[in-house]
């Protein structure tokens, strides 16, 4: 063999050979090499708004009117308000009915509405029946909400007196609570 041919032989020998290591080092490499991580953050959000539940309440009664209506007659059984409110939700107990300008309501038989027909109370937020008569502008309570079921507050109620010549039979009144609420 000439040198050239020798040459030739080798050339093709050592490129084949750079070759070989070239794709044993890229291979040897890829294998080796670890998979690159991104990271960037998930947020979850919620809140909580501020709800309370319909109100409810103890019926507030009186026992049998002694039609001689000398002397102011206290209920027998007092109204017990109750309410669920979100926790730490403020809340508001107003009526929502009008009161007469003496700041009563009455109870009446249902019928056309005489004042023999008639029976005139008082809604009062201390059991003493005393001090400011509630009505639709002066609130019953405030307070905030715990969450839960709770007696919020209790409505005490009294006849005035003097109110004679009624008819007999069953007098009755349903009012309004309001519930006022925010955040």
Not at 22 to 28: D, E, F, L, R, V
């Amino acid at each position: 063999m000439n040198s050239k041919s020798n040459l030739n032989i080798k050339a093709k020998t050592t490129s084949a050979l750079t070759f070989l290591v070239a794709t044993i080092m890229i291979c040897q490499s890829t294998a080796n090499a670890a998979a690159t991580t991104s990271n960037n953050d998930l947020v979850i959000t919620t809140s909580v708004g501020s709800v309370c539940s319909v109100l409810s309440s103890t019926n507030l009664t009186f026992a049998v009117y002694d039609n001689i209506g000398a002397t102011d007659q206290a209920e027998t059984s007092p109204a017990v308000i109750s309410s669920t409110c979100s926790t730490g939700t403020t809340f508001q107990v107003s009526l929502n009915d009008t009161s007469s300008a003496q700041n009563e309501y009455y109870m009446s038989t249902g019928g056309n509405g005489g004042t023999a027909q008639r029976i005139n109370f008082k809604l009062f937020a201390t059991s003493a029946r005393n001090g400011t008569a509630v009505t639709k502008d002066i609130q019953i309570v405030s307070a905030t909400g715990t969450g839960s079921s709770a007696n919020i507050a209790t409505l005490w109620g009294k006849i005035t007196a003097l109110q004679t010549g009624k008819d007999s039979g069953d007098y009755t009144k349903t009012l309004t609570l309001n519930i006022i609420y925010g955040s």
